[in-house]
């Protein structure tokens, strides 16, 4: 859905195919040298679908909405984009095209990406479906059927090349797919593993794109077994290409750190970190005063009141519907652990109960996925006290970085503190990343140009289609 609305409502800022920040509703933007005040001056003559001008009064109430919403502690779903309260104290509009936004808590380059959240006309805020200034309008939407949308005649760019575009919706991935392959669509997305089947042909393509869901192999830190010794050599033995080839059919891509590979964020000069070998994983286990001495292919060692104790972990997953995939993830994990003495016991529970597992701290290891955000800020994981904190990682040093990038208003400064984040990260191992979850677009028609395929984006390029 928000693919769809992508097509109807516009931003201050879009996130091109290199994850830099443009402009699109902005035409162009100042900051103060402290970061707290960003102004931004929209482009002349944009109007909305129904002819209305675009104003600063209408991107002033959009973000009020939002941020209402976000501060509102009665409202369970506070919104999709609901860490604007992060980023925004104050919101005004100086004059008909100038939007002036203060910001106290993270002033920094950061708050670009936040700027991504859709401008609808001041007086329809909280109307279903408010007219947008995108490429596209709602001719119909019926919640969980189908939408129809029709190119905007007023929108500010060429008229799409594609004039209609109907969309259905189903209840499971196999209804989905089974649409596609009986060619009741033209073109199907999916994140079923089933998919990764379709290969492109000369009259099918399969389009893989990238999702914001981060697997990782979470390490409670608080846990006595394991010490950073032990969790540097559970790293040394999870062999992810393995596990990619074997249970997801490729349709992940693999990570060593909380950042997409190849993008400006990741840095790439930290491989030493992430070789392979059980003869490291043994030596680590060794310092960390794990052996065998009761030669049965387990660890041990004496613990403080002078009793055997064997290196065992509780290791707990959950499923996601009609992806469960991730116990098969886990159990082959758990084969590679016992290679080198690390006995394991997985269990599969609900979401809600692992949920509980995490926040009281009542596990070993976890095989979860995290929602990430647009903003490259994975502070919420690494921050000491901070809510996805569940590995109970406590280093001040790395809180200090975070807040030290909370302040840098240039890519070039912000870069280079993510960089030292990731390379504290990398040192300690408070957990593994392990890949980024994938989806696949089966289309007739390569109707995008868009290098860089992501969720919620997924027809970026559509309107200028053009069908032979």
């Not at 001495?293 to 997953?317: P, Q, T, W």
Request: hydrophobic letters at 35%; proline letters at 4%.
């Amino acid at each position: 859905m928000v693919s769809i609305y992508q097509l109807v409502y516009e931003s201050l800022i879009y996130l091109d195919d290199d994850y830099h920040p443009q402009g699109k509703l902005a035409q162009s933007w100042d900051v103060s040298s402290n970061g707290k005040t960003w102004t931004f001056y929209l482009r002349p003559s944009v109007t909305f679908s129904d002819g209305t001008p675009l104003t600063a009064r209408d991107v002033v109430a959009s973000a009020q909405y939002i941020l209402d919403r976000a501060n509102d502690e009665n409202t369970e779903d506070s919104g999709f984009y609901a860490n604007l309260k992060y980023f925004i104290s104050s919101v005004s509009a100086s004059d008909d095209s100038t939007v002036v936004i203060k910001t106290s808590k993270r002033p920094c380059y950061g708050f670009l990406y936040a700027m991504t959240f859709p401008v609808v006309p001041a007086a329809l805020v909280d109307a279903d479906n408010p007219p947008g200034t995108g490429p596209y309008l709602f001719n119909t939407f019926a919640a969980g059927d189908y939408a129809w949308l029709q190119a905007n005649p007023n929108w500010w760019q060429a008229q799409p090349q594609v004039q209609e575009l109907m969309f259905s919706f189903h209840e499971t991935q196999k209804a989905v797919i089974e649409s596609y392959e009986y060619a009741r669509v033209d073109a199907a997305f999916s994140r079923s593993i089933a998919s990764a089947q379709y290969k492109s042909g000369t009259s099918s393509l399969s389009i893989s794109y990238r999702t914001n869901q981060l697997e990782c192999l979470l390490m409670n830190n608080s846990a006595s077994e394991l010490t950073k010794e032990v969790r540097q050599a559970i790293r040394c033995v999870i062999d992810t290409s393995k596990i990619i080839s074997n249970v997801y059919s490729g349709l992940v891509t693999p990570t060593n750190l909380p950042f997409y590979p190849g993008t400006w964020m990741y840095n790439d000069t930290l491989s030493s970190y992430f070789t392979l070998s059980q003869a490291e994983a043994r030596r680590l286990l060794e310092e960390a005063g794990w052996g065998d001495s009761d030669e049965d292919g387990v660890l041990d060692k004496l613990n403080s009141e002078g009793k055997l104790a064997r290196l065992h972990l509780r290791f707990y997953v959950y499923e996601e519907p009609e992806n469960d995939v991730r116990v098969e993830a886990a159990n082959q994990m758990a084969d590679m652990l016992a290679a080198v003495g690390i006995d394991t016991t997985v269990e599969a529970m609900t979401l809600p109960n692992l949920k509980e597992r995490l926040q009281a701290g009542s596990y070993d290891l976890a095989l979860v996925s995290f929602a990430m955000d647009a903003v490259p800020d994975p502070g919420f994981m690494l921050m000491r006290g901070n809510s996805g904190n569940y590995t109970r990682y406590r280093s001040e040093e790395i809180t200090e970085m975070f807040e030290e990038l909370r302040t840098k208003t240039t890519q070039s400064e912000y870069q280079q503190v993510l960089w030292k984040i990731q390379s504290r990260f990398a040192e300690d191992c408070p957990f593994l990343c392990l890949y980024w979850r994938m989806g696949n677009i089966l289309t007739r028609y390569m109707f995008t140009t868009a290098r860089d395929v992501r969720e919620y984006e997924l027809l970026r390029g559509i309107e200028l289609f053009h069908s032979q």
